[in-house]
C-alpha cells in the first residue's frame, strides 16, 4: 500500500506519521508528502525525513479544477493508493475523492460533529466547553462529515490558554492518528487482496 500525506502548513502531524512510517510501526509505504504552499515549513520536514514532496498552488493551475487534476496525475505518478490529509487546509473535491473512495483520512482538531471546519480549537475554547477532542475520519464530500474511525476527548481546563489547549490538542492528534490510520491501512489492505 502506497500512502501520500496531503498537507499545507508546518508539518508536525506529517512528521509524527512519517516517522512511524519509516520505523514500520504503520503498513505500507509512505512515498509523497503533496504541500499546496510550496514554501510551507513541512517542505522542509520531508526533505529532512527523505520523502519525496511536490507542491504547486491553485493559482499556479488556473483553476481548482485544474488543480485536481493535476493533483491526481501527481498521485498516479508515484502509484499513490491511500491518501492522509494532515493540516490539509483544502476541500478535496469530486475529482480526488471519486478516485479515491473511502482511501482518504483526515485529522480534524475537535470532537466531531462539533466543530467542523478552521479555528475549531479556538471556538471551543471560546465557547467555554468543558472539553473538545480529536477525531479521525474517512472523507466524503461533505466538510468533516465522513465515517468516524477514532475519537479522544481533550479536557478544557478552567486555567487553560488557547495556547494550552492548543498543545493539548496537538500532543493527543500525534497519539491517536498513528492508530487510527493503522486501522484504515489494515482495512484497506484487506479490502484489496
Known amino acids: 500500500m502506497k500512502v501520500a500525506i496531503l498537507a499545507s502548513g508546518n508539518g508536525t502531524n506529517f ?31 520531508a526533505k529532512r525525513l527523505g520523502v519525496p514532496a511536490v507542491s504547486f498552488t491553485v493559482k499556479s493551475c488556473g483553476s481548482k479544477e485544474e488543480y485536481e487534476k493535476k493533483l491526481l496525475a501527481v498521485l498516479k505518478e508515484y502509484r499513490v493508493d491511500f491518501i492522509a490529509l494532515a493540516g490539509y487546509l483544502r476541500v478535496v473535491g469530486p475529482t480526488i475523492l471519486t478516485e479515491y473512495d473511502h482511501r482518504i483520512v483526515n485529522l480534524h482538531p475537535a470532537w466531531l460533529p462539533e466543530y467542523p471546519g478552521l479555528h475549531s480549537i479556538e471556538r471551543a475554547f471560546n465557547d467555554h466547553r468543558p472539553r473538545t477532542g480529536v477525531t ?58
Do not use: W
Open 136 to 193: 479521525v475520519h474517512y472523507i466524503d464530500a461533505a466538510l468533516d462529515a465522513g465515517p468516524i474511525i477514532a475519537q479522544c476527548h481533550v479536557p478544557i481546563r478552567k486555567d487553560d490558554t488557547l495556547t494550552s489547549l492548543e498543545k493539548r490538542v496537538h500532543a493527543t492528534e500525534h497519539q491517536l492518528y498513528p492508530l487510527a490510520l493503522r486501522e484504515a491501512l489494515l482495512a484497506a489492505t484487506e479490502k484489496e487482496f
Open 15 to 45: 512528521e509524527e506519521l512519517a516517522r512511524h512510517f519509516q520505523a514500520g510501526d504503520l503498513p505500507g509505504e509512505l512515498v509523497l508528502l503533496f504541500c499546496n504552499h510550496p514554501d510551507a515549513p513541512v517542505m522542509a520536514r
